[in-house]
Structure formats: structure tokens, C-alpha cells
């Protein structure tokens, strides 16, 4: 990085920005479908190709811009220093009290701005008037000299009538705060899985389809007036019931009345705690009732241990097996955030990270696939599925419904109770479409 040191801060955002859209170049000619391709690469010359070189020469161009905007802070802290030195020195020598009466004192330039204004209490103690008084009649004292103002400056002070309580936001007036409008959510766990069902609408109490459990085809070739080759079909009724998940909050009438918004929030807020425990129950959902039965507890499913395979190399071989034992193409990858971020820091041996550079987002995909990223169970733990029609299905009885209503001695109490609640079945059709993969 020669020469960046001597740069003034203009002349870094110039080139920062030169710099910039030189590798936005590369990136642009790289993109591809599956990501990045370097070896598409032309724009940085003859001398560069392959994507090795190109990746270390995209390496060295983002640590000098790394550098450049380093420098950059640096002078950029430099000048707001300079700017605020200016501003205080600004009101050191610029602002000006009152009191520039002959109370003010000595004008000499070594003291000029210095508190020379002589109190209330000050002009008392040296006023002959008041010592030579007897104390019986009244007095009326005139300072003709004393100008309000000099008197104001020093009360600012703190000093007059014998350094009385300052006046102060905690012993005074307190200022006024307003709430802000909005209300700052609690960090809660998004709806994950879900978005990846495929959703249907049911007006039955379950779910109940034939499997074909025995599939036997016995096409052969046949000689004239030999037998046919017979097959064999069998199937299997299978039932999936609808189960129910609710949530509630009591609320009292006042405060439903007195806030507008008060009846939103209530409503969004369990309509999204029904189906978050929804989006849970899909994935780790035991089947005893009330539960519904989630991917990790489905009969059937496949399973592939890591064992001493990276973990790269253990969801392409439930890939392999969705195919070849569930005769179905995966579509999604199901990962701990945890787990994803070890894949995602993946790098070569040169240190190439191999889901792209970190100045890029990166493509959530692994072999070719979807990632979802979802923590509703542990690390450790993933799955590889075909999530599509024909394999699985959420079916809806009832979304989710908001009602309003009193509980009990609720009404003589001015209370309600806001509830919500849904009804739905999950079904899985093929549960060898899916993979559990564990020991990541």
C-alpha cells in the first residue's frame, strides 16, 4: 500500500472510489448462476487469469481499499478535531458576557473576559450607607453605578445573596420527555420452515390418504402363449389429525380504550405466536397429541452420520440418498446458523474462502440446493429433503383467528381476554424424501 500515507483526504476518497469500481468489475464479470465464476474474469488484463490468480489479485485490491478507507477514518477524525478545536476556541474568546458597566473591574487585555462584576451581596458589604445605619427607620440604598446586567452575570455565578442553591434540571423545573411513536420489538426467533411447506386447506378433522406400500413391477419379456408377468399393489390408509394451537392474553378495558393501537399490537402479536409454535411443531413435533408430528420425528426418515467426512460431503450423500432411496430430487437443505457459519468460513488451503469473498453476502446454497438457516432445534443437527407437493403437505382447518371475549367474572372486573387460535395437519407422504444428517 505505497504512497497511501501521503494522501490527503480527498485524494483517499478519489481513489477509494476508482478502486471500487474496478472490483465491482470483476464481480460483475464473474456472477454466474451458482455464484461467482473468476475464471471468466478479462477485465484486470493478460497477466491475470485462472481463478486462482484472479481471486488473489481480488484479495490485494480489497486490502488496499481496506487501507485506503483506514486512512481515510484516520484523517477524517484529524479534521472534525480541527473543527471542533475552532468551535471551542470560537466561544472561548467570541462570547461575551453582559456587564461591561463600571462594575465590570479592570479592562486590561491580560484580563479581558475574566469575571470582574461585583454582586448584590458585594455592593451590601461595601456600602457605607448600610454601616453607618442604626438599624431603625427604613433605608433606601442606590447604586447608580451597578448596571442589572452586571448583576445578572454574577448571579449566573452562583454567588450572590450568600451562595444560595443553583437552580438545576433535578431541583427546579424537570424538562419534558416524549416516547417515542414506535415500540422496539423483543428479539424472537422468525417463522423459518414454514415458507418452504407447501399449504393446503382441509374442512375435515384429519388427513387421511392411501400410501402405496408395496409397489412390485414385474414387466418381463414373454415368449408366444407364455404367461404375463404379474406385478403387485398394495396400500396402506394413513391418517394425519388436525391438532389445534392457541395462545391468549387477558387485557383490561381501559387499556384496550385508551391506546388506539393497543388492539393491533395485541392482535399482530399472538397471530405470530401461533405460528411460530406452528413453524416449531413442523420441525420437532413429537405426534403425541396435541403435538403434531414434525420432520424430526417422522418414521421412514432417512439418516446420514458425518462420521469422518467433512460436513461438506455428508449433505451431498443425503442428497444421494432422496434420490436413490426416496426416488425424489431435494430441494432444500434445513442448518443451524451455527453449523452454516462453519461452512461459510470454509477456506482453501491458501485461504481462499471458497464460498466467496468476505466482502460479498455469499449465495446461501450448498450443491445447488436451497439452505434455510433455522435454529427451532440444536446444532448439530440438519436435514435434506424434497420439499414439494408430493412428498409433504401443511394442511390449514382454520388459520389463525382472533377473537375477543370475557372469562368468567372478567365483565364485573372491565376485563377481557384476547385470544388466538389455529387448526392444521401435517402430513408427511414420503418420509425417504428426507434426510436427517447428524454429527455436523
Avoid at 117 to 146: H, I, M, P, R, Y
Avoid at 161 to 173: I, L, N, P, Q, R
Avoid at 389 to 412: C, I, M, P, Q, W
Wanted: hydrophobic letters at 40%; glycine letters at 10%; proline letters at 3%.
Amino acid at each position: 500500500m505505497d504512497g497511501i500515507e501521503g494522501l490527503t483526504l480527498k485524494q483517499t476518497r478519489e481513489k477509494m472510489a476508482a478502486r471500487q469500481d474496478a472490483l465491482g468489475k470483476v464481480f460483475e464479470e464473474a456472477k454466474s448462476d451458482d455464484g461467482y465464476d473468476f475464471n471468466k474474469v478479462k477485465c484486470l488484463g493478460a497477466d491475470v487469469k485462472g481463478s486462482i490468480a484472479v481471486a488473489e489479485k481480488v484479495k490485494a485490491m480489497n486490502d488496499e481499499l481496506n487501507a485506503l478507507g483506514e486512512h481515510a477514518d484516520k484523517l477524517d477524525e484529524a479534521e472534525k478535531a480541527a473543527m471542533q478545536h475552532q468551535a471551542r476556541e470560537k466561544a472561548r474568546s467570541g462570547f461575551r458576557l453582559p456587564g461591561l458597566g463600571s462594575g465590570f473591574g479592570d479592562q486590561r487585555p491580560e484580563n479581558r473576559g475574566q469575571f470582574q462584576v461585583k454582586g448584590l451581596g458585594e455592593l451590601l458589604a461595601e456600602c457605607k450607607q448600610l454601616e453607618n445605619w442604626s438599624g431603625s427607620g427604613g433605608l433606601d440604598l442606590t447604586f447608580e453605578d451597578a448596571w442589572a446586567s452586571d448583576l445578572m452575570v454574577k448571579a449566573l455565578t452562583g454567588q450572590t445573596f450568600g451562595e444560595k442553591t443553583v437552580m438545576t434540571t433535578s431541583a427546579g423545573y424537570a424538562p419534558q420527555a416524549i416516547r417515542l411513536p414506535q415500540i422496539v420489538e423483543a428479539a424472537t426467533r422468525p417463522i423459518q420452515l414454514l415458507d418452504i411447506l407447501p399449504m393446503f386447506q382441509t374442512d375435515q378433522n384429519a388427513v387421511v390418504y392411501m400410501e402405496e406400500t408395496t409397489r412390485t413391477h414385474s414387466a418381463a419379456e414373454t415368449a408366444e402363449a407364455a404367461a404375463y408377468a404379474e406385478s403387485a399393489f398394495a396400500f396402506t390408509e394413513r391418517t394425519s389429525p388436525v391438532r389445534k394451537i392457541t395462545d391468549s392474553l387477558p387485557v383490561t378495558d381501559e387499556q384496550l380504550a385508551d391506546v388506539a393501537m393497543m388492539s393491533g399490537y395485541i392482535s399482530s402479536r399472538l397471530m405470530f405466536g401461533v405460528r411460530q409454535r406452528l413453524d416449531r411443531q413442523a420441525l420437532l413435533g413429537d405426534g403425541s397429541a396435541p403435538n403434531l408430528r414434525g420432520l424430526a420425528n417422522v418414521s421412514g426418515i432417512q439418516t446420514q452420520a458425518k462420521g469422518a467426512d467433512p460436513v461438506l460431503d455428508t449433505f451431498f450423500k443425503a442428497m444421494v440418498k432422496v434420490r436413490l432411496t426416496g426416488r425424489a430430487n431435494p430441494t432444500h437443505h434445513l442448518i443451524h446458523p451455527t453449523d452454516w457459519q462453519g461452512i461459510r468460513l470454509t477456506r482453501t488451503a491458501d485461504g481462499i474462502y471458497i464460498w466467496g469473498s468476505p466482502a460479498e453476502a455469499g449465495p446461501e446454497r450448498l450443491w445447488g440446493l436451497q439452505v434455510v438457516q433455522i435454529d427451532a432445534g440444536s446444532a448439530g443437527t440438519g436435514y435434506t429433503g424434497a420439499f414439494d407437493v408430493s412428498t409433504v403437505g401443511l394442511f390449514e382447518r382454520k388459520g389463525v383467528d382472533v377473537a375477543v371475549g370475557y372469562v368468567n367474572d372478567d365483565f364485573g372486573k372491565g376485563k377481557r381476554t384476547v385470544r388466538a387460535d389455529m387448526r392444521a395437519a401435517l402430513a408427511w407422504f414420503r418420509p425417504a424424501a428426507f434426510c436427517q444428517n447428524t454429527g455436523l
